[in-house]
């Protein structure tokens, strides 16, 4: 097992959390920054595979797709069942106008 | 252990043909088998949920079908199904706080055709949250124990589904396997387990982690069973789009066709210095064994595995941190309190998902961010492409390839829970064939000096799944596999 050197900091743990909607605590942030600056390193070793030449790389087969034919639905009383909270026979989420930012 | 004298578990094969014969009932079959989780599962605690009134009813159905003359190649077989296959009526939570509630409105196709098959569902079992671990530890619900130690972990993250059916609670069980989970864990518990070609059993209804990986499969006592389990789940289905839609064959059949004149590879990258040596002891043994089916054995080199781990934790994450995207409080599931919609995304996610899990999708979310995208991303995927082509060579020269499926035997709980990497190697042997969607099958193969059982993995090319049962069944009846009770549950 080698290890190259750490390309993980604080401010990127940080960052990608925000991406993946994820909050870190400062107290976590150390040990975060280590585990994925030292997975990270291990991956490293990928560096040294040649990468493929584009050239030889083989058609993609295509893209497989289902017939476009309609088929019944769980219902709405199924799938309220399981919202987390509902208002009569609608999920209801917090108010979206205006609050989405990052 | 207090069992019944005329409890006596049987395995799949054995109970179906006692079912559909009318030696026995379904609802009789099922009463033993929820007897022996009642006496022995409070020491393994394999199941998360025992649902035995639904079992009753179905146990009643199949009873019912059987006298009306309907052939059920699954007649009353009792099966325990992993937490993150969808049962109609029954929770399917991922052993995962985001999921706490969730009940499915219909059967996964994998599930749908082993309940035509004429199965009785016993219930849900523990699993690594939503499959990503290698001891089940990571599940947020509790600890599950190898029946044949109980201080040890039962391989994950498919370790409940692999101890229930190693305590004899059940003949069969389905786990799924991204990149291991069916086959680590069989192997860690001495029992079956087959990861079938990417494509062969359907994943409509098994809740995605890794979707260019994810696949169905058994964990069953012996290759035959494994066999008739995946001949019922496997098949095109036109609610997956990467279901395959060729024939699945004769698997069970082939079975005990025997591997007499075949080529077997012996994986050159497993054979290192620092192998385990009750590990290589095996391979040594095994290599017998296979010449003793009449079998001519070599060796065969796939250069691009020992990258596997690599590869795959980037690949994995990457589309685990998209697949995961969707688990946010909004449409199922708990619901942490906030004043906008962005902190309840936050506060969800972060409160409902974790560590393990986190960590994964803050690698993914890394490898396919703006910046790293073609460093990590793209490159694993081009070493991925590689890989493949590694063990296409291989298999113009060899019928099957044969390597260990645990690099050694099942660790003590708690050993590796504080070193991520050091977890992510236990699946240094099953990750190469996830990654090139080959069909592998891990049957146990001995024990170490300490009495645990060691695994042994067959991978055939894809599709080749009858050639792979081929190898087993032949394997298997070379091998003196133990067959009494685990030491835990005796």
């Not at chain 2, 081009?382 to 390597?403: I, N, P, T």
Request: net charge negative; proline share 7%; charged share 20%.
């Amino acid at each position: 097992m080698s290890f190259e050197p750490s390309p993980v900091a604080p401010d990127m743990v940080r960052k990608v959390a925000a991406l993946a909607r994820l909050r870190v605590p400062d107290a976590d942030l150390p040990a975060w920054t280590d585990q994925l600056g030292r997975i990270l390193s291990y991956v490293g070793q990928l560096e040294r595979i040649p990468e493929r030449p584009a050239a030889a790389e083989a058609p993609l087969p295509p893209t497989p797709v289902r017939r476009d034919v309609s088929r019944p639905g769980f219902g709405s009383e199924a799938l309220a069942a399981n919202c987390p909270s509902t208002i009569h026979r609608y999920g209801s989420v917090p108010r979206i106008v205006g609050s989405l930012t990052s | 252990m207090d069992r019944p004298a005329e409890a006596e578990p049987t395995g799949v094969l054995e109970t179906a043909a006692a079912v559909a014969g009318g030696a026995r009932s379904a609802v009789q079959v099922l009463t033993e088998a929820l007897e022996r989780v009642e006496a022995g599962d409070g020491r393994v605690r394999a199941f998360l949920e025992v649902t035995s009134a639904l079992a009753f009813e179905e146990a009643k159905s199949v009873d019912a079908r059987v006298a009306a003359g309907e052939r059920l190649p699954l007649a009353g077989v009792p099966i325990a199904v992993k937490d993150n296959l969808w049962i109609e009526g029954r929770r399917a939570t991922c052993a995962s706080r985001i999921l706490q509630g969730f009940r499915p409105s219909e059967d996964a196709t994998a599930v749908a055709r082993l309940r035509r098959a004429g199965a009785v569902f016993v219930g849900r079992t523990n699993m690594d949250e939503f499959a990503m671990g290698s001891s089940t530890e990571n599940s947020s619900v509790q600890t599950t124990s190898n029946p044949w130690d109980l201080t040890r972990i039962p391989g994950g993250s498919s370790g409940g589904s692999a101890a229930a059916v190693s305590a004899r609670f059940v003949p069969a069980a389905i786990g799924s396997d991204t990149g291991g989970s069916i086959r680590q864990p069989a192997a860690c518990c001495g029992v079956v387990g087959f990861k079938p070609t990417y494509g062969r059993v359907s994943r409509f209804g098994l809740v995605a982690f890794a979707s260019s990986l994810d696949q169905v499969g058994p964990l069953t006592r012996n290759v035959r069973d494994a066999a008739r389990v995946y001949s019922v789940i496997a098949g095109e289905d036109p609610r997956d789009s990467t279901s395959s839609p060729e024939p699945v064959g004769d698997p069970e059949g082939a079975s005990g066709r025997g591997f007499a004149g075949k080529t077997v590879g012996f994986l050159a990258e497993a054979e290192v210095e620092g192998l385990d040596p009750d590990v290589a002891r095996n391979l040594g043994d095994l290599k017998k064994a296979f010449r003793a089916a009449g079998a001519t054995v070599t060796t065969v080199s796939v250069p691009r595995a020992t990258a596997a781990i690599a590869i795959y934790y980037v690949v994995a994450s990457a589309e685990a941190s998209s697949n995961l995207a969707r688990f946010d409080g909004v449409r199922y599931g708990p619901r942490a309190e906030a004043s906008d919609l962005l902190s309840l995304y936050v506060e969800t996610r972060t409160s409902g998902f974790g560590a393990e899990v986190k960590r994964r999708i803050l690698l993914g979310t890394f490898a396919l961010s703006a910046g790293y995208h073609e460093a990590y991303y793209e490159r694993a995927m081009s070493a991925r492409q590689l890989l493949s082509e590694d063990f296409d060579r291989a298999f113009s020269r060899v019928d099957a390839l044969v390597c260990p499926s645990i690099p050694t035997p099942a660790f003590r709980l708690g050993e590796k829970t504080e070193d991520p990497l050091s977890m992510y190697l236990s699946d240094v042997f099953t990750v190469p064939a996830s990654l090139a969607g080959l069909p592998a099958i891990t049957l146990p193969s001995g024990l170490s000096r300490e009495g645990l059982p060691l695994g042994v993995q067959i991978l055939a090319p894809r599709l080749a799944e009858e050639a792979l049962f081929a190898a087993a069944g032949a394997l298997e009846r070379e091998i003196a596999f133990p067959q009494e009770l685990p030491p835990g549950m005796a």
